[in-house]
């Protein structure tokens, strides 16, 4: 078998243990094979086989699998006796489950989410993500009279969809931000910037303070200053700043706003980083921040739930936007990034995917989503779940934030389409970060690899 560059490079990335193994992976342009559906009926709408059995992977990170164990899965059992539901979770998606991808015997269903996320681009080109429009234009679980597309967020579908089609669900709606607590806010009598210069100000005073370090990030994961990065870039310069980063656009790392927006990263990295932030990774950047070591933390809003068993009871989780760098900035205060994510995916080449499409449809009802949003403290995309529920003290702060920026939200989707480009953008954040990349030449850094990839023929293009 001839192997495609981008064929040989995922191999090589996501399970170098297993290279012989990864090799074998689905040449793209094959078809999937279609398993065998039961009869559909206003009961079973979309054919699922209840004789076979549904293996489902859950990424075990910031929302855990007990919302699997103890809400969803339990709700397809009882529709479907008769159905057998092996549950499985991992920390590591991509080393535990791509080897079955390359092997011809995906699970049905997998949450493919977290720092070894697979590669969503190449899973894709490789014809092994199930096409949701079954499910979408399926009835919902709660009323019959509507479709489920017509029950969650329209952007839940686009973010979603390669090349038109929809093959991912994306359940939760994130919101980034800072986040702080609110108690040691209140002690000190420190207030959440909106300009640059008072975040600047504030960093300063909580320096001074000699109480804590003002900011660290996850310094093993430089995403989580990335996103930040791309999201001052983006109210700098507007939305189309990373729309056209994500089209591969010449030049489009390059651009004033981006310059200016990494130019405030290096000076926030020189400047105000907790000691010892680029060897540490998520939990224990967010323990610091529990514990009262540092003030700041950029973070999704998954964060409240993933502390939840290390967090004071009188912290009181908050998130503010981050601040306008200028008055002339194109997109004004409270602009957010949010956007559906926490990835769900069905396998083509499964043996039961409409059991894995069920299960979709079962977590897009108000209750799967309602207890889901109680018990992991976070938004989702299903429609009016929040309405009445008593919200902690993070998730409220993002709601609010979320429904303070109106239509002011940016998005990005490049990391699901070029994994290779999130690693070369992560490796040079975190040397941004620590000092030895300037701004100019990581920017260059960059755009040299959004080129490589925009010229590589074996690598599948998508568009916004």
Known sequence: MSLSRRELLRAAALIPAAGALASCATPAQTPAPQATAAATSAANPLGVAADKPLEIWIF????????????????????????????????EVAKTLQPRFAGGNPPEFINNSGANQMDFGALVADGQVADLTPLLDAPSWDDPSKKVRDTIDPLAIEIGSYDGTPRVLN???????????????????????????????????I?????????????KHPYYIYEALLTVAAKIGGADIM??????????????????????????????????????????????HNKYQVALLPCGSWLENEQKDTTPADFGYAMFPWPSVTESDAMPYGTLHSQPGEPYMVS????????????????????????????????????GVGEGLQLKPGLKSAADALTAAGDNKVYFRWRQWYAELHTEVQAASGQL????????????????????????????????
Not at 192 to 198: L, Q, R, S
Not at 451 to 458: F, M, V
């Open 60 to 91: 075990d990170g910031g929302f855990g699998d007990a919302y699997a164990r103890e809400i969803h899965e339990p709700m397809l059992k009882a529709k479907y006796p008769n159905l057998e539901i092996k549950h499985n979770a991992t920390k």
């Open 171 to 205: 359940y939760v709606n994130t919101v980034w931000g800072i986040w702080y607590s609110q108690k040691v806010f209140q002690e000190n009598g420190w207030q959440p910037p909106k300009t640059w210069d008072e975040f600047t100000k504030l960093m300063d005073d």
């Open 207 to 219: 320096k001074k303070s000699g109480k804590m370090a003002p900011f660290t990030y996850a310094g």
């Open 243 to 288: 729309k056209n980063i994500d089209n591969l656009e010449d030049g489009a790392w390059t651009v004033e706003p981006m310059k200016q927006a990494a130019t405030l990263f290096a000076e926030l990295g020189a400047k105000y980083l907790m000691q010892g932030t680029a060897g540490l990774d998520h939990i224990q950047t967010q323990t610091a």
């Open 348 to 383: 083509a080449r499964s043996a039961n995917p409409r059991a894995g499409l069920e299960y979709m449809r079962a977590m897009l009802s108000k209750e799967g989503a309602g207890k889901f949003m109680e018990m992991v403290s976070t938004l989702t995309v299903v429609n």
């Open 433 to 464: 970060m620590s000092g030895n990349l300037k701004p100019e030449a990581y920017l260059e850094r960059i755009q040299k690899k959004a080129d490589a990839i925009k010229n590589d023929s074996s690598v599948k293009k998508f568009k916004r």
